[in-house]
């Protein structure tokens, strides 16, 4: 019996590469310390693979993921300060691209939860664009509940995979 | 654009150990009073036969039913290949309704003809005396085509075991998980992996003829829909545009793809895609999520899933229509995944029963919705051809596990993979 396998990612991988920019010269300063709290984001589970970076650091810009309510795509109070300081790092690094993950939790119908994954990634691509960001540094996908980050049928781990992902791009 | 269209040749990797997982299935609900019925092991072509026993499984299929209950070989007293050797009178009191005989023969091509009769030890009667002739490698398939006309002859309904099911295997922790696209039989016996890839696969449409699938991979890191042979393994990559290419859904005749596109601005909405002419229309728009498109039988419309409502429920539109699409599902706050069944009466969709995702079944002419599974997370619903049993997914343990529920829930049989999960099955179409 043959088996038909095919993993085609050396194409993707050659296509997202072509055109990609150039690193940021310089650090931006420090966006201020909020006294928000940013419990709604952190950036484990984040991984990167060849055509990610480790974008920038700090206390807000090393915070990668947007966590969200049930059914809601709206950005958290909790999580507004590390949007605005994404928003303001790439506005001042303008070859900088970012690719906007947006997942949902594992209950209902796979196809609609890429439509919810899809309103989180766009909702947060709105308020960059609002920021400053341009259009051209912003890709998203959906990849609803299809990779959790939590692994679970419980609340906890609900919680932990609605959430957009910011993935720096190099 | 020509780059959707481009042709990606699959490498054929030779002869593997199969890594994926195996399906075991357990009947875990049957009808209080099953027809009993003795199918006497058929008399052998050896070697052609490969050893093979076609009677066990044509007894198997007609017990997975949940309608048959066939008599243990160590109870029969003897074992007749042929109608007239047969003791009506014996198997009578040994309280079988039906015996069934078979013979195998081996051509001098490699063929086999399965030569079958079936008696009803109630009258005496002969009610069926049928060969099929298949390649030895077909030899399986052979026995479910006996056990499709045994099912038929004493059901009255067209048997589903010489079908095949399409689902997604995936094994491993996230982030690092592997997914496959596996076509088994319907008994979940030769699975054969389509494609494999370590981002997600889903959403698997079979085409009405069986010999395509549709579906959903992420190996681009974002999605595009492909359409793939399953005989050759040949695929095109047929929608990859910007944002979400998702949830594709063949026209009857095999021409057109409904398809979830969302463009950059992230607005959900069904488009029809003509794979001739890569012509695109568009066919709802709305700024709520509309996806989940499935044709009607007959090819004049399409059932969604939108949350135009402000939750999801289903709605149908009719090709050719200016009339806004009519909402047709109103029992709870949550009705997801339509799949109508091949006589277009009947809709199977994922519903929030009591805090709960169930599979129910919608009967299209009065709107009456009765929830059919029972666990907590159900989901992917796909008819049988025959419109008999539908199969879902659920989760057991934290596991994704396949299920087949006859639709007026009787019966019911679980589908287990031996390692990792196992979701979105497809039953695809009779085979000709």
Redesign the interface.
């Known amino acids: 019996m043959k088996y038909l396998v095919s993993t085609v990612f050396v194409l993707a991988t050659a296509a997202l590469l072509a055109g990609c920019p150039s690193k940021p010269e310089e650090q931006p300063a420090p966006p201020p310390q909020s006294t928000a709290d940013t419990s709604g984001v952190d950036n484990s589970g984040v991984t990167t693979d060849s055509t990610e970076s480790q974008g920038p650091s700090g206390e807000l810009l090393s915070k990668r993921i947007v966590y969200f309510d049930l059914d809601r795509a709206d950005i958290r109070a909790d999580s507004q300060s590390v949007v605005a300081a994404h928003a303001a790092y790439l506005s001042k690094n303008p070859g900088q691209k970012v690719r906007l993950e947006g997942h949902a939790d594992e209950r209902g119908s796979r196809e609609y939860n890429i439509g919810l994954g899809e309103r989180r990634s766009q909702s947060v691509r709105r308020a960059l664009l609002l920021q400053g960001v341009a259009e051209v540094q912003l890709a998203t996908v959906s990849y609803g509940e299809e990779r959790p980050a939590a692994q679970g049928s419980d609340e906890q781990a609900y919680a932990a995979n609605r959430r957009v992902e910011i993935v720096y791009l190099k | 654009m020509k780059k959707l269209a481009t042709f990606?040749a699959?490498?054929?990797?030779?002869?593997?150990t199969?890594a994926f997982a195996q399906l075991k299935l357990t009947i875990t609900q049957g009808v209080t009073d099953p027809i009993p019925i003795a199918v006497v092991p058929f008399a052998r072509a050896v070697p052609a036969d490969g050893g093979i026993d076609v009677a066990a499984i044509v007894q198997r299929d007609l017990e997975s039913s949940g309608r048959f209950k066939g008599m243990p070989r160590t109870d029969m007293l003897s074992k007749p290949t042929t109608s007239a050797d047969i003791d009506v009178a014996g198997f009578k009191q040994q309280r079988n309704d039906y015996v069934a005989v078979g013979r195998l023969s081996a051509g001098g091509n490699g063929d086999i003809t399965i030569d079958v009769e079936l008696v009803n030890v109630l009258t005496g009667q002969r009610v069926l005396g049928q060969k099929w002739t298949v390649n030895a490698g077909n030899l399986r398939n052979g026995a479910h085509r006996v056990a499709d006309a045994i099912y038929e002859k004493i059901t009255g309904v067209r048997g589903a075991f010489a079908t095949r099911i399409a689902y997604v295997s995936v094994d491993g922790?996230?982030?690092a998980?592997r997914y496959q696209l596996i076509v088994a039989d319907a008994d979940g016996e030769g699975p054969?992996?389509?494609?494999?890839?370590?981002r997600?696969i889903?959403?698997p449409a079979w085409s009405a003829d069986g010999d395509w699938l549709a579906y959903v991979s992420?190996?681009?890191?974002?999605?595009a829909v492909y359409v793939q042979q399953v005989r050759s393994?040949q695929?095109r990559m047929v929608s990859a545009r910007a944002?979400?290419n998702?949830?594709p859904s063949w026209s009857p005749d095999g021409k057109k793809l409904a398809l979830?596109l969302?463009g950059?601005?992230?607005n959900?909405d069904v488009y029809l895609l003509d794979l001739g002419t890569q012509a695109l229309t568009r066919l709802t728009d709305d700024p709520s999520?509309d996806?989940?498109a499935v044709f009607t039988p007959d090819g004049t419309g399409l059932y969604f899933?939108s949350?135009r409502s402000g939750n999801?429920q289903i709605y149908k539109l009719t090709l050719g229509s200016s009339e806004r699409p009519r909402r047709v599902s109103f029992t709870g706050a949550?009705n997801?995944?339509p799949r109508i069944s091949p006589d277009g009466k009947k809709l199977a969709v994922?519903t929030?029963d009591d805090g709960a995702?169930r599979i129910a079944i919608q009967d299209v002419a009065s709107g009456a919705l009765g929830v059919l599974s029972k666990g907590?997370?159900d989901?992917?619903p796909s008819f049988a051809p025959n419109g008999d049993m539908v199969i879902l997914a659920g989760?057991e343990r934290?596991q994704g596990v396949l299920q087949t529920i006859s639709i007026d829930g009787q019966t019911s049989l679980r589908l287990n993979a031996d390692a990792g999960e196992v979701r979105?099955p497809v039953w695809g179409p009779f085979l000709p």
């Open positions: 990606l699959l490498a054929a990797l030779g002869v593997a199969p922790r996230p982030p998980q054969r992996m389509i494609l494999q890839s370590d997600p889903m959403s992420f190996e681009r890191r974002v999605s393994g695929r944002g979400i998702g949830s979830t969302s950059t601005n992230g959900l999520i996806t989940e899933t949350d999801p949550y997801a995944r994922l929030l995702y907590r997370q989901e992917s989760r934290g979105e």
